[in-house]
């Protein structure tokens, strides 16, 4: 009997983030992943478009803005004194960050611009209000324990 992927059940895949222009965000093309469904190992989001596949299964989901990720928020866009950083880092405009909250987590941030004295840094997630593909393979699905 097939298994098909359920709350719980364990479920080995591959899997690629795909933007619109072709850019591929992640991916785990060469290996494989195995994860518990409702476990929260990936966004809850992206985990309904496991439920009922199966072994073998191929799937891509069209994922629109807002859907996943969040929209972008400007809130999350702050400016901050060069002083903050490092002397000797070299910032460039794309760059990603990272930086360490008040509570100990490392939070990454995109480098927006650098001005003389300032640095103005994006804390939103990099597919905040992007659409993108979520392709999948499904290899492997064991039941819940």
Request: glycine share 8%; aromatic share 8%.
């Amino acid at each position: 009997m097939t298994e098909t992927a359920t709350e719980g059940a364990q479920v080995e895949m591959r899997y690629s983030l795909i933007l619109d222009n072709g850019f591929v965000v992640d991916s785990t093309e060469d290996e494989t992943v195995t994860l518990t469904l409702g476990s929260g190992e990936i966004l809850p989001g992206l985990e309904a478009y496991l439920i009922g596949l199966q072994p073998g299964d191929r799937r891509e989901f069209a994922i629109e803005p807002g859907t996943v990720f969040p929209w972008r928020d400007q809130a999350a866009i702050q400016p901050m004194p060069k002083s903050q950083f490092p002397e000797a880092t070299e910032l460039a405009p794309g760059q990603v960050y990272e930086f360490t909250s008040p509570g100990g987590d490392v939070v990454p941030g995109r480098i927006e611009m650098i001005e003389d004295d300032a640095v103005t840094v994006d804390f939103n997630h990099p597919l905040a209000g992007q659409a993108f593909t979520f392709a999948v393979e499904v290899v492997a699905v064991r039941p819940a324990d």
